[in-house]
Structure formats: structure tokens, C-alpha cells
């Protein structure tokens, strides 16, 4: 019971006007009942995103590549270090040498795109002799196609003799070309390696092998590259091959190939090596000669574009 009475006194003395007031205000807030509580609308939640499947040179991708053995990553900056072309987009005057190279290759395989009889797409690298810089040409030819837009390219080492791809690309050799050719129970997809360029696979020639030619000539390999052709027909596939000379692996290869890149040493390659090699390449009717190693006016060495041979009927 409150110490003040109904008449406004407490303890015997009367309450002013503003103490009255003042319990009337005290009365009538502890008898009213609370205020609303305050509506808060709920945050709108984003909906979730859809995951974003990983690229292929991501470390979650590579791993889970490495694990199925069909994935092997190209160290960019060992190879910029090699004078190996990657797709940065450097500016240099080696880039620009090898797309004025492609430019005729890729156009000739485009035709043949829509008649696969050319088998423009299947181009081989040989040279007249040894240490002429044809496995040096392949790689970045395959580089450089593997900047093109909408094409891909498959890059296969054909040298079974002397197989130096691998360690070109700074890579450990693996189950390849050998070994498809010699076990008819392997599939063209048990020894393509993809890498963290994303337009280029890789097949390797796997252990040298003494009789590579019989290997490249039999029949088994004829049906591995037309599998090779059909089942990859928007793909440049590049053979790099042993010197055309050196044994008789590139001419084996030669009848299967619808273009040839023949490289030719500056100061170096004589005119009756060349002419015996186009003898030994005939069987292919589009044959590109590439000068390389030529000298400059300020004596460095570069590799260039030097011209074609396409038919038989043309001087070398």
C-alpha cells in the first residue's frame, strides 16, 4: 500500500500541486501497459551463388588432374627462361615470327576442315639433319597456335629414336606414343595429357624405341592418327619427328601428315641435305622449308620465316 492516502497526504502533510502531479504520472505509467515492441523487417538474404567450376590451372584442378594421371603443369617462367614461347602474350620479335609461320599452316588446316582428305590439320616438324632446332620449333609453334581463339592444338612427340619433348618442356616422360603404338588395348585418351595452357594437350613418345619406323609404319599407327584426325577434327595436331636423314621415322610419317615443315640451318644445312630431304618427304604433297638460326647485322641468332615448298613441282 502506497504512504499516500486518496485526500493527496503523506505523513500528515498536505502534497503541493506539482507533487500530486508528479504520483499521478508515476500511478499511471506503472499501470499502462508497455509500447509495442518495434517491428524489425527481416534482411533481404541474397540467394546463393552457383559455384564456379574451377579453372583448369587452379591448384584444386591440378591436384585432382595429377591424381588421374591425364594432367601435367608447364612451368611458364622456366620456359620464358628457355626462350619458349607461353600464352602471357609477350611482345617480342619471336612472337611475331611464328604467327607469320602459322598463317599459312593454319589456313591450309582450316580448309581442310571441311574435307578431312587433306588432313591439313596434321602437320609434321622434321629437319634435314640433326640439331637444326626442329624440337625448339615445334614447341613454340604450338604455342603460338594455342593462343588462336577457337582452336586447339595437340602437340605429339614422334621422335621415338631420340625423344627429347619431355624434357624440353621441363616435364617427366609418361605412358605416349610407343607405347599406344605397341598396345592395341590403349586408348588415344590413357595417354593425352592436358595442361594448365588451356588449348594444349600433350602426348609424349614415352620410351625410345629401336624400331620406330616399323612402329610409325605400321598399321597400327595409321589407325591411331585417323582416330587422331576424326576424333579431334577442330584440333592441330603436331608431329615433332626425328631428322628426316638421321633415320626413316619423318618419312614413314610423311604419308600420313597433310603438311611438313622442313627446318633448314642457316650457314649450315647444304643444298644436297635439303634436296634429299624433299626427296624423302614427297609422299606428302605440302612442305614448308623454315630457315633457322639466321644471322643478323648485329650477329645474334633468331629463328625466321623463310618460305614455302608446297608441291613437288616447285625449286627448292
Known amino acids: 500500500m502506497s504512504d499516500i492516502d486518496n485526500e493527496g497526504e503523506v505523513a500528515g502533510r498536505r502534497l503541493s500541486l506539482v507533487e500530486r502531479a508528479a504520483q499521478r504520472l508515476s500511478d499511471q505509467a506503472g ?23 574451377p579453372r583448369l590451372d587452379d591448384a584444386a584442378a591440378d591436384a585432382e588432374a595429377l591424381k588421374s594421371g591425364k594432367f601435367v603443369h608447364l612451368n611458364l617462367d622456366a620456359l620464358t627462361a628457355r626462350h619458349v614461347l ?10 611475331e615470327e611464328y604467327r607469320s609461320i602459322k598463317r599459312p599452316l593454319l589456313q591450309y588446316a ?21 640439331g637444326e632446332g626442329k624440337t625448339f620449333t615445334t614447341v613454340n609453334l604450338a604455342m603460338s597456335i594455342a593462343k588462336e581463339r577457337d582452336l586447339n592444338v595437340l602437340l605429339i612427340d614422334a621422335d621415338l629414336s631420340r625423344p627429347s619433348l619431355a624434357s624440353r ?21 590413357q595417354v593425352l ?32 592418327i585417323n582416330e587422331l584426325a576424326r576424333r579431334y577434327p577442330d584440333r592441330i595436331i603436331l608431329f615433332d619427328t626425328s631428322p628426316i636423314q638421321a633415320t626413316n621415322e619423318g618419312g614413314a610419317l610423311a604419308t600420313e601428315v ?59
Open 31 to 53: 499501470t499502462a501497459p508497455p509500447p509495442p515492441a518495434r517491428k524489425i523487417p527481416p534482411k533481404a538474404v541474397a540467394a546463393p551463388r552457383p559455384p564456379v567450376p
Open 86 to 95: 607461353t600464352p602471357r602474350g609477350e611482345r617480342s620479335r619471336m612472337a
Open 110 to 130: 582450316r580448309a581442310s576442315f571441311k574435307k578431312p582428305e587433306l588432313k591439313g590439320n596434321l602437320i609434321m616438324v622434321t629437319s634435314a639433319i640433326p
Open 169 to 189: 618442356l621441363g616435364i617427366e616422360e609418361s605412358l605416349g606414343l610407343t607405347d599406344l603404338l605397341e598396345d592395341p588395348s590403349l586408348d588415344v585418351a
Open 193 to 224: 595429357q592436358r595442361t594448365n595452357i588451356r588449348n594444349l594437350s600433350l602426348i609424349t613418345a614415352g620410351r625410345p624405341h629401336t624400331m620406330g619406323t616399323e612402329l610409325l609404319a605400321s598399321r597400327r599407327a595409321e589407325t591411331v
Open 258 to 316: 597433310g603438311q611438313v615443315i622442313l627446318i633448314v640451318e642457316a650457314e649450315r644445312t647444304t643444298e644436297m641435305e635439303i634436296k634429299g630431304a624433299l626427296e624423302m618427304l614427297s609422299a606428302c604433297p605440302n612442305v614448308m622449308l623454315l630457315l633457322n638460326k639466321t644471322k643478323t647485322r648485329f650477329g645474334r641468332y633468331y629463328g625466321t620465316y623463310y618460305g614455302t615448298y608446297y608441291g613437288q613441282d616447285a625449286e627448292p
